[in-house]
């Protein structure tokens, strides 16, 4: 399974942006939960939303309010809509999805990230 995300780009202070995230070469596996996370420069990664297969969503608090995540199983994407954006929300976004894939008799669960996409907020 491959995750590409899009939509990262330079945008002004209160701006917005959407973010795409498709997972590609799914076949037989299962995409479960699939989240969102930065890492702003000289920062640790982190998590900003996440979303169940089922739809429940989780947020870091600080993007509550601002952000929303949300997704098309049908279409294995993700999306992370970004309104009123800040400088501080500068970073690269990252998709993360939980993968299951069924091997024989068992199911293996792997952890997938795609190659991030840079958002810039100038003030």
């Known amino acids: 399974v491959q995750l590409v995300e899009s939509g990262g780009g330079l945008v002004q202070s209160g701006g917005s942006l959407r973010l795409s995230c498709v997972a590609s070469g799914v076949g037989a596996s299962i995409i479960n939960d699939m989240a969102w996370y930065r890492q702003a420069p000289g920062k640790q990664r982190e998590l900003v939303a996440k979303i169940t297969s089922g739809g429940s969503t989780t947020y870091t608090d600080s993007m509550k309010g601002r952000f929303t995540i949300s997704r098309e199983n049908a279409k294995n994407t993700v999306y992370l809509q970004m309104n009123i954006l800040k400088p501080e929300d500068t970073a690269v976004y990252y998709c993360?999805?939980?993968?299951?894939?069924?091997?024989?008799?068992?199911?293996?669960?792997?952890?997938?990230w795609g190659q991030g996409t840079l958002v810039t907020v100038s003030s």
């Open positions: 993360n999805a939980e993968v299951l894939v069924p091997i024989i008799e068992k199911t293996v669960r792997l952890e997938e």
